[in-house]
């Protein structure tokens, strides 16, 4: 079975401190996806990534960061925490050509305070 | 922006209930999913729909696409309690970046 794991289910963090989310992935996919979903808003696309090193920007990628220095590992980084950053944040991970295969991890609730 | 529409944003309904829910683009769809969610996890993969007319069923979960594949619905028969969650609509919008409607959330009572 494919797995998509995160680092942490619930997480909670003050205003102005760094976080790091984690997102591994065991079957060699080559995309991976990070997503922060609200009520109201849906799923919002924050970055992506085709293959070790590279990102790409999503929709909203403002206050974010990303890292993928291994394939199978793909971190979202707040370098300043703010409360509107207050959300559930998703990590996917994909085969090229293959949306359908898109596999999510469980999530990590962030409450910043 | 939203390029994906989904109504209702949610819905109750009766166990044994069926119930529609619908996504809409404004532009031609070349791949249309269908994810479910259960509350506070992660998305899974319900269905997939390519071609105009199309139309997929898995389980009591049937989903069709439009002939001018701009419309996609999902419908499920005589609801259960294990129907609850929130089902979303994704859509390829290009180099397969993935876009999603905002998901209706759906409660079934027994």
């Known amino acids: 079975d494919v797995k998509v794991t995160q680092s942490s289910r619930y997480l909670v963090k003050r205003t102005g401190e760094k976080v790091f989310l984690e997102c591994v992935q065991d079957m060699d996919h080559e995309n991976m996806f990070w997503y922060r979903q609200d009520p109201g808003l849906g799923l919002r696309l924050i970055y992506f990534?085709?293959?070790?090193?590279?990102?790409e920007k999503g929709d909203i990628p403002e206050g974010y960061s990303v890292s993928r220095e291994k394939k199978e590992r793909f971190s979202l980084i707040l370098e300043s925490a703010s409360t509107n950053q207050t959300s559930m944040y998703l990590c996917a991970s994909t085969t090229t050509g293959a949306l359908e295969t898109q596999y999510f991890g469980p999530g990590t609730r962030l409450l910043v305070l | 922006s939203q390029e994906l529409e989904q109504s209702p944003q949610s819905l109750i309904v009766q166990e044994g209930k069926n119930l529609t829910i619908n996504c809409t683009s404004s532009?031609?769809?070349?791949?249309l999913y269908w994810y479910k969610q259960k509350y506070g996890e992660g998305l899974i993969f319900l269905m997939m729909?390519?071609?105009?007319?199309e139309e997929k069923s898995h389980e009591k979960i049937t989903a069709k696409l439009d002939e001018k594949k701009q419309q996609s619905s999902l419908h499920i028969t005589a609801s259960q309690p294990s129907h609850a969650g929130i089902y979303l609509c994704g859509a390829d919008r290009g180099s397969y970046i993935p876009t999603f409607g905002r998901g209706t959330s759906l409660i079934v009572h027994p």
């Open positions: 990534s085709y293959d070790v090193k590279m990102k």
């Open positions: 729909l390519q071609k105009g007319g």
């Open positions: 532009k031609t769809l070349y791949g």
